[in-house]
């Protein structure tokens, strides 16, 4: 396949994944695969970017984001958590097992999650985030 060709056919995924309510799209072919992500509230944010010209901006939201402190897989503890809930101090969200060893994600603080960033049984990377919570 021309190499042009993929190249528009990769714009035309994106330019699809841009317009959509998508919030992950994947795409596996010959053993490898390219997986696309953004947060559900882009899409809002998009549309309300011409409201927000006319008002003032409001104060950002401080989020304190939950990181992956290792390489493994993510998996939620029990019950597991739900994004809009507050959560208690200290509290075991997930853990990531790696070399068989479980290593417990938690929240630290108490607030309220905003979202959750990874799906039970996906591979984690260093430093990438899992939660994002807003403090009380």
Not at 38 to 51: G, I, K, L
């Amino acid at each position: 396949m021309p190499a042009n060709n993929v190249v528009e056919r990769v714009r035309s995924l994106v330019q699809a994944f841009l317009e959509t309510d998508l919030v992950r799209l994947r795409i596996e072919r010959d053993g490898g695969h390219v997986e696309l992500r953004r947060r559900a509230v882009a899409r809002a944010e998009q549309d309300q970017s011409s409201e927000a010209q006319a008002q003032p901006a409001p104060a950002p939201e401080s989020l304190d984001a939950i990181r992956s402190d290792l390489v493994g897989i993510f998996r939620f503890s029990r019950p597991a958590p739900v994004a809009g809930e507050t959560v208690d101090s200290n509290r075991e969200l997930a853990y990531v097992e790696a070399l068989g060893i479980r290593n417990p994600v938690r929240s630290l603080n108490s607030g309220r999650l905003v979202s959750v960033c990874c799906d039970d049984g996906q591979p984690v990377e260093y430093g990438q985030t899992l939660f994002e919570i807003q403090r009380v």
